[in-house]
Each structure stands twice: as structure tokens, then as C-alpha cells.
């Protein structure tokens, strides 16, 4: 099963993108899902996560009340609604899966190819 996350590219500061994230080769039916980030010469961050079911989320203190985590799960897909976007969210933004809650927004057991994204003045 891979993960693919798209949507990136280049943007200015106070505008808004969508990001997704698909899922190929199964469904990773009852995962969570999280959003990280990794800005050059940064380590990855974590960014936001939801459950299966949708009704919980969490978020970095650094994105609260921009961006917005939510999934369609009939499509095997994670969206980052991200407004209000600043240059330090320049950063390569990745996708991943874990089945527990607990573990999803540290150690994730599946990661996704990044997509970058940009923010310029």
C-alpha cells in the first residue's frame, strides 16, 4: 500500500491551498492519518492528524485555526485545507498512516512521498 500526497507548489503568503493524500494498493481501513512537515535543515514535524472515523483531530500550535485535516475515507484520501499560509510553512509536506491514535503523531508506521510547498511574498 503506498501513500502519495499532491497539491503543492508555489504560493504567497496569505493565500490558501488544498493538499491531498491518496492511498494506492489498499485502503487503510481503521487507520489514522497525519500531516508532517520538514523546512530545510529542520527536522519533521508534526503538523495535524485525524482518526478513521473523522471525529478527532489534533493540530500543531503552529498551524491552529489555519489549516484544516479532514479524509473521505470512500476515496482513501486525507486533505490539509491550509489557509492563511506564512513562509515558515515552506516546508516538504508528507502523508502518513498508523492504526493507533497514540502512535499517529510520533511514529507513524506508513509514510508517503512529499509534495512541496512554497510560500513567497
Known amino acids: 500500500v503506498q501513500l502519495q500526497a499532491s497539491g503543492g507548489g508555489l504560493m504567497q503568503t496569505g493565500g490558501s491551498r488544498r493538499l491531498s493524500c491518496s492511498a494506492s494498493?489498499?485502503?487503510?481501513?481503521?487507520?489514522?492519518r497525519a500531516w508532517f512537515r520538514q523546512a530545510p535543515g529542520k527536522e519533521r514535524e508534526f503538523v495535524a492528524a485525524?482518526?478513521?472515523?473523522?471525529?478527532?483531530?489534533n493540530y500543531a500550535d503552529s498551524v491552529k485555526g489555519r489549516f484544516a485535516i479532514s479524509r473521505d475515507n470512500s476515496k482513501n484520501t486525507v486533505y490539509l485545507q491550509m489557509n492563511s499560509l506564512k513562509m515558515e510553512d515552506t516546508a516538504v509536506y508528507y502523508c502518513?498512516?498508523?492504526?493507533?491514535?497514540?502512535?499517529?503523531?510520533?511514529?507513524?508506521?506508513?509514510w508517503g512521498r512529499g509534495t512541496q510547498v512554497t510560500v513567497s511574498s
Open positions: 502518513a498512516a498508523d492504526p493507533r491514535w497514540v502512535t499517529i503523531m510520533s511514529d507513524p508506521r506508513a
Open positions: 494498493g489498499g485502503t487503510f481501513r481503521g487507520y489514522a
Open positions: 485525524i482518526t478513521w472515523s473523522g471525529g478527532t483531530t
